[in-house]
């Protein structure tokens, strides 16, 4: 059961942390940490309606807080996506939001990056942050959707989805077809090649259980290559160039970040290089996919099967594919496991006391453009994020 929270004693000299969501379930000793010392307030369900939460912030309800945490990440968010106009009506003190879920897709992680420090007279010489750093879970869900990649995986290309349906009929004729003819069109994913696009803390993570558990050969797609011993321990081969990688790739793999607005990576064009017969497996986002053309390439046999955690429009998934026996659909629990829950907030009260206390946060996921705009003159802020300008741990695993 969650633990009760008292507020915590009031003192006008300690940094105030706006509480979004529900209480502290599994890390009742951090959370006492924390409370003593600063300034926890904690919202209700009926603050955080979007035309609320606003009014709330335009009023100054909350006073000048310095920290926003979301600990759970199945509440707090109520208020929808954190868009430009929600974020330029922050207080300019805020230095960090730290959230739990290790996608950050429903955030503008550049316009907190760039908020606006010159609101109601108050410059970056006086000590104010130049810009809001947002943290995410990554970490904490990288076991969990590694796992549900796995289930994914052998789904697709063992055919499961049709098995569980014929057993689940309690019709003897269906599990008697099943039983006869899936094998023939069922294959072992040893020796196949998986083709990841996104090798950060969970496409590695997956990459090490395919190898070891399937046997499965291992190509990759990044930004940022892994460092030869990384590669060495799955044998990886890396494509600097995606499609060379596409034909190459018996079943693809996303495990990428997605952003605000960001546009489909799964389009009948990237459909149309993997070669017929392959399968596809969806860890990261439903935005990163166009499901009228995945489904199109299912139904023309372009595609052998499909695997999804994450659809485009959740709640709600594609009808099409939906009565597919070929595509096998989780309800976006991937990440959906105590310990993810636990990692979750851990690391929003980690993130939001780090940063307070002007040390680098564990999970940035903007940091580096903050540190932009202080190469770009600007010489006050607080320290986290790669200064090189490469996609840190916590941009680059956004992926549940």
Same mark, same amino acid.
């Given at each position: 059961?969650?633990?009760?929270?008292?507020?915590?004693?009031?003192?006008?000299?300690?940094?105030?942390?706006?509480?979004?969501?529900?209480?502290?379930?599994?890390?009742?000793?951090?959370?006492?940490?924390?409370?003593?010392?600063?300034?926890?307030?904690? =919202?209700?369900?009926?603050?955080?309606?979007?035309?609320?939460?606003?009014?709330?912030?335009?009023?100054?309800?909350?006073?000048?807080?310095?920290?926003?945490?979301?600990?759970?990440?199945?509440?707090?968010?109520?208020?929808?996506?954190?868009?430009?106009?929600?974020?330029?009506?922050?207080?300019?003190?805020?230095?960090?939001?730290?959230?739990?879920?290790?996608?950050?897709?429903?955030?503008?992680?550049?316009?907190?990056?760039?908020?606006?420090?010159?609101?109601?007279?108050?410059?970056?010489?006086?000590?104010?942050?130049?810009?809001?750093?947002?943290?995410?879970?990554?970490?904490?869900?990288?076991?969990?959707?590694?796992?549900?990649?796995?289930?994914?995986?052998?789904?697709?290309?063992?055919?499961?989805?049709?098995?569980?349906?014929?057993?689940?009929?309690?019709?003897?004729?269906?599990?008697?077809?099943?039983?006869?003819?899936?094998?023939?069109?069922?294959?072992?994913?040893?020796?196949?090649?998986?083709?990841?696009?996104?090798?950060?803390?969970?496409?590695?993570?997956?990459?090490?259980?395919?190898?070891?558990?399937?046997?499965?050969?291992?190509?990759?797609?990044?930004?940022?290559?892994?460092?030869?011993?990384?590669?060495?321990?799955?044998?990886?081969?890396?494509?600097?160039?995606?499609?060379?990688?596409?034909?190459?790739?018996?079943?693809?793999?996303?495990?990428?970040?997605? =952003?605000?607005?960001?546009?489909?990576?799964?389009?009948?064009?990237?459909?149309?290089?993997?070669?017929?017969?392959?399968?596809?497996?969806?860890?990261?986002?439903?935005?990163?996919?166009?499901?009228?053309?995945?489904?199109?390439?299912?139904?023309?046999?372009?595609?052998?099967?499909?695997?999804?955690?994450?659809?485009?429009?959740?709640?709600?998934?594609?009808?099409?594919?939906?009565?597919?026996?070929?595509?096998?659909?989780?309800?976006?629990?991937?990440?959906?496991?105590?310990?993810?829950?636990?990692?979750?907030?851990?690391?929003?009260?980690?993130?939001?006391?780090?940063?307070?206390?002007?040390?680098?946060?564990?999970?940035?996921?903007?940091?580096?453009?903050?540190?932009?705009?202080?190469?770009?003159?600007?010489?006050?802020?607080?320290?986290?994020?790669?200064?090189?300008?490469?996609?840190?741990?916590?941009?680059?695993?956004?992926?549940?």
């Amino acid at each position: 059961m969650p633990i009760a929270m008292s507020p915590s004693p009031p003192s006008p000299d300690r940094p105030r942390i706006l509480f979004l969501g529900d209480d502290i379930q599994y890390n009742p000793s951090t959370y006492e940490r924390l409370k003593s010392q600063f300034n926890i307030i904690h =919202t209700s369900p009926a603050d955080l309606q979007r035309p609320t939460f606003l009014q709330h912030l335009k009023d100054g309800s909350w006073g000048d807080f310095q920290a926003i945490m979301r600990p759970s990440w199945h509440t707090g968010g109520e208020m929808g996506n954190w868009d430009k106009e929600l974020i330029e009506l922050l207080p300019p003190a805020v230095k960090v939001y730290a959230s739990a879920g290790a996608g950050y897709d429903w955030v503008d992680a550049r316009c907190l990056a760039e908020h606006e420090i010159l609101k109601s007279g108050h410059f970056a010489d006086e000590g104010f942050p130049i810009g809001i750093l947002y943290c995410n879970g990554a970490g904490a869900s990288t076991e969990a959707v590694g796992d549900m990649a796995l289930y994914h995986i052998i789904c697709v290309f063992r055919n499961m989805t049709s098995s569980f349906l014929a057993a689940r009929s309690m019709d003897s004729k269906q599990f008697l077809n099943a039983h006869h003819n899936l094998p023939a069109v069922s294959y072992n994913p040893r020796d196949h090649t998986l083709g990841i696009v996104g090798l950060g803390n969970i496409g590695y993570a997956v990459a090490l259980k395919a190898y070891a558990a399937f046997g499965m050969k291992i190509l990759y797609h990044d930004i940022v290559r892994k460092s030869p011993e990384q590669e060495g321990l799955v044998k990886a081969t890396f494509y600097p160039d995606i499609d060379n990688m596409l034909p190459m790739t018996d079943c693809l793999l996303l495990a990428t970040p997605s =952003t605000m607005g960001g546009r489909p990576f799964l389009t009948s064009n990237v459909l149309g290089q993997l070669p017929r017969g392959s399968r596809f497996v969806n860890i990261a986002r439903g935005s990163l996919v166009d499901e009228d053309a995945l489904a199109n390439a299912l139904e023309s046999g372009h595609l052998a099967a499909a695997g999804l955690d994450v659809h485009a429009s959740e709640p709600h998934v594609n009808g099409r594919m939906a009565s597919m026996p070929n595509v096998t659909m989780t309800c976006h629990t991937g990440g959906g496991a105590v310990e993810t829950k636990t990692g979750f907030e851990q690391l929003a009260m980690e993130n939001v006391e780090r940063v307070l206390h002007g040390q680098e946060a564990l999970t940035p996921v903007n940091g580096h453009l903050i540190q932009e705009r202080m190469a770009n003159g600007h010489v006050n802020g607080h320290a986290n994020g790669h200064a090189d300008g490469h996609a840190t741990d916590g941009e680059r695993n956004g992926t549940t």
